[in-house]
Each structure stands twice: as structure tokens, then as C-alpha cells.
């Protein structure tokens, strides 16, 4: 039986007919959109490369299926920067080598976005470890990646105190 | 993944009918049953949707000084409601202490309480595993055990229940609420999950078609804000199961316990309350006498079930660091590492 789902992916609608539920979110965005910025590491909910943000929410979106998500508001990797202008969260894991080969790093930026929505670390390196705890990454580039979250954070912090004053 | 038919009810009653079908199972965020569907290890017929069910995603006080957690509300909105988290501020640690960012931010209130065990010959489908596959033997009996339970095991299954969040609710004595086909009916958490006797592929005492729809946590349960913590021992600092956990919560009235919760979890099938050890803390000054009184009872039948006897000594000693650190007042703030004995802390030396 076919189900007919619509989603909207980096900002535009998307429709889909799927002949078979069993399709995650991550394989649809990767083999239906060929969004391959979000990773397939573990596919199991333990690696976090998969990370991206429903309904402004970080998941892992290899447990989640597209036939339950109809109607969400989904945002990749693909779709943080505008045009040539990188997120200041992209910008930063340049800045301070939060990788190494790159592979979990799409999934560390959504999950970094996402954290910073949910503001419960701040500027505290240890709730950052802790809040970023969902994210493996293989080649050990924790102190990078934790250097780099902090400096997104105080950017963004700074960016919306200018916008407030 | 076994092929499955999809089913999106439009109501409870709807979903219950549609779940009572041989082969059927509710699918909420999915985030431990797709993963089991990937292994091979949970084979469905038909998944029942009941994700955009209304009116289960709430969180409200009810006139008598009740909460009542709606199934499909999220573990993350629930820890990070600001009310509940002072008001049960060791549910609030626990929930925090379990899996990853994202995963709480999916993973529900109904879904937590009735996650599969993370014993690996259970995940394992070449291995025996009499709850996988009644019958067929249990490998972790002889096998790499050093995880498995300590109390209330039996040679047909020595696996644990690997929820945080269930910990300090069983202390709290919370009630399960569950539409089933006979209608709405309670359940105490602390009778919601089954030892496993000779059935360890029964995790719960749910019928088919029965759908947890609340949690309530009674009036009672916000008396112990003030004096309440979570502690769980993990192989990593974060983001892994319990070894060994405890949720300690005491009323202390001029220096005195006038009532003591204490509960265990990663030591059996389901989450332990060790209501002996709470009889011995009545009444008396919260010291560290007491305290390690009130272990003692609490592991009076605790039995290594392979090579974990470690785990009985390691839950004595968490069990009076949780009093201990509970005693000294639930901290202003949920600690930068949810649980964790390695976060720094007041007044609390290790037992």
C-alpha cells in the first residue's frame, strides 16, 4: 500500500509517495533528495552522524520514520548556511579544527544548532560535553569541536545582545 | 527490517482495537523498537501509530496535587519543564542522566517505561535468549555478565530494565494509567513490569491492545523536592546505561527522616524499590549509620547471577552516597553531568 506524505525539507515543500513504511528519514533525505550532508555512521542511534533538526528539534533520523514525520519541518546541514554565507556554528569548526576526516561533522553542527536552542549549556565546557554527548567522533576531535561550540555560542550570544540593544 | 503494515488511528480507542491483533505493537518515537526492528531481534506484522493521537502530549496538575505526564510527552520537555523539575527534581536528574541529546528529545514518557532490556544476547539473534525466544536458553547465564541483574533473577533470565526515568518514579509511587479493551484502568509502575520467573518474554503485566496513556505522580510526591537525588554509575561519563543506580528522596523534618524513598535501578527486570530499607529510615537522624543500615537491607537478597557479585557492593555504596548527598539538599541546579558521582559535589564524602 502506497502512503502519501509531505514534508518541509530546508525551507521548501516536499511531497512523497512511499510504497513501503519502512523508510527512515534518513534514507529518504539521502536516497529520495540526495541530501548526503546527513550522515548514515552506525544507523542505529548511537553515533549521531545522522543528527538533524525536526521541527527545530535535534533527532537521530535513522530511528525515526519518514511515514510518521508527515507534515514536519525538517532542516539539514544542507540548508544552515546562506548562499556562501556559512552558519557562525560551520564557521566556527573551521576556525578551530572541530575535525579531522569530517564524517561525524554534519551531524555535530546540527547537533550544536540544536543545543544552542535548547539553551541549557551556555558557555560551560563541561554541559557542552555533556549536551554534545550524542555525538561520536571516531578521530577524537572533542577539544576542537568543544572549542568551537563555545565560540559559535559567544558570537550568537553577542549577535543577539547588539540585535536587542 | 521484516516488511510491516502502517496504521495511523484517529483515536485511543481506535489505536487499542488496532493493537490487539496478534502481530501488532504501538509505535511512538520508535527510537529503541526500530532499532530492535533493524536487528532483526522485534518482528512486527503491523506498527499502530500513535504519535499524532491527541491530547497525550500534556503536562498538568490535577485539583488534588497530582501531575499527570501525558504518554507521548518527550523526555526532554518533561526534564526541562521548569515547574517539574523543582518539584521532582530527582525524575528531572534521572531523565537527564539517560541516553543522548537527541534521543530524549524524541524518546516519550509511555516509550521509556516500556523499552526492551539492553542485554546483549537479547540483541544478539544467534544467541539463546528465552526472552527473545521462549524456550531456547539463556546465554548470558554463562556468558559476559558483568552487567546483568542481582536481584529478583532466575536461571531462565537474568537480564535488567534499563530505564533511569522509572527509578525515582517507582520511589515516588507512581501510577500508570492504560486504555485497554475492558476501558481505562491503573496500574502501580512498581507493578507494571514483571520479574521474569519462567515467562521472561513477558516484560510487563500488559494485555494485548493495552496503551499506556499517562503516568501520575500522587500529591505525596512533591513533599521530597527539597531532599532528592538521582545517581547512576556508568563505563562513560555520559551517555551509556546504568551499571548500578539509585534515586534516594527523604522529608526531613527538624532534623529528622520522618520518610525515606529509596530505589534501584540496573540491578533487575525492573526498577527496584527497597521498601525494607525505607522502614529502617524512619524516624531516625539522617547519619551515616543509618545509611549504611538502609543499604545493607536494601541488598539483603541481592545474588550474583555471573560475574557481577562487584554490582551488590557497588549499589551498597551508591545507595549512601544517594542518601548521603540527598540529605545534604537537592542542589540548586541539575549538576553539569546529570547523576554522575563524578560531578563535584558538597559535603559528600564517598561512602
Known sequence: MNHSISLTVNGARRDFVLDDPRVTLLDLLRERLHLTGTKKGCDRGQCGACTILVDGKRINSCLALAISHDGADILTIEGVARGDQLHPVQAAFIAHDGFQCGFCTPGQIMSAIGMMQEAQAGNDPERIRECMSGNLCRCGAYAGIVDAVLDAQGQMDESSQRRSA | ?351
Open chain 2, 1 to 351: 527490517m521484516k516488511p510491516f503494515d502502517y496504521v495511523r488511528p484517529a483515536s485511543v480507542a481506535a489505536a487499542v482495537a488496532a493493537a490487539a491483533q496478534p502481530g501488532a505493537v504501538f509505535l511512538a518515537a520508535g527510537t529503541n523498537l526500530l532499532d530492535l526492528m533493524k536487528g532483526g531481534v522485534s518482528r512486527p506484522d503491523r506498527l499502530v501509530d500513535v504519535t499524532h493521537l491527541d491530547g497525550l502530549d500534556q503536562i498538568e496538575t490535577l485539583g488534588d496535587g497530582s501531575l499527570r505526564i501525558g504518554a507521548l510527552v518527550s523526555n526532554a520537555d518533561l526534564a526541562h519543564d521548569a515547574e517539574f523539575a523543582r518539584s521532582y527534581p530527582a525524575v528531572a536528574e534521572a531523565l537527564l542522566s539517560g541516553a543522548s541529546a537527541q534521543l530524549r528529545n524524541a524518546a516519550t514518557v509511555g516509550g521509556n517505561l516500556l523499552q526492551r532490556t539492553r542485554c546483549a544476547y537479547f540483541y544478539d539473534t544467534a544467541s539463546r535468549c528465552n526472552k527473545r525466544e521462549p524456550g531456547s536458553g539463556c546465554d548470558a547465564r554463562d556468558g559476559e555478565n558483568r552487567g546483568h541483574a542481582v536481584l529478583g533473577w532466575t536461571e531462565s533470565c537474568i537480564a535488567t530494565h534499563p530505564s533511569d526515568f522509572c527509578v525515582p518514579l517507582v520511589a515516588l509511587d507512581a501510577m500508570v494509567e492504560i486504555e485497554g479493551r475492558g476501558g481505562r484502568r491503573e496500574v502501580a509502575l512498581d507493578q507494571l513490569h514483571r520479574l521474569p520467573g519462567d515467562t521472561p518474554e513477558r516484560d510487563s503485566v500488559l494485555e494485548p491492545g493495552d496503551l499506556i496513556v499517562a503516568v501520575r505522580l500522587p500529591p505525596a510526591a512533591r513533599g521530597f523536592a527539597a531532599h532528592a537525588r538521582y545517581l547512576k554509575v556508568r563505563e562513560r561519563t555520559s551517555y551509556a546505561f546504568a551499571v548500578v543506580s539509585a534515586a534516594a528522596a527523604l522529608r526531613i523534618e527538624s532534623g529528622m527522616i520522618v520518610e525515606a524513598r529509596l530505589a534501584l535501578g540496573g540491578v533487575a527486570a525492573k526498577p527496584w524499590r527497597a521498601r525494607a530499607a525505607e522502614d529502617v529510615l524512619k524516624n531516625v537522624s539522617p547519619t551515616a549509620d543509618a545509611f549504611q543500615e538502609a543499604a545493607w537491607r536494601a541488598l539483603t537478597d541481592a545474588k550474583p547471577s555471573g560475574d557481577n557479585a562487584f554490582k551488590i557492593e557497588l549499589a551498597r555504596r551508591i545507595v549512601v552516597r544517594a542518601l548521603t548527598l540527598a540529605a545534604a539538599g537537592t542542589p540548586a541546579r541539575i549538576p553539569a553531568l546529570p547523576a554522575s558521582p563524578f560531578a563535584a559535589t558538597s559535603g559528600a564524602d564517598h561512602a
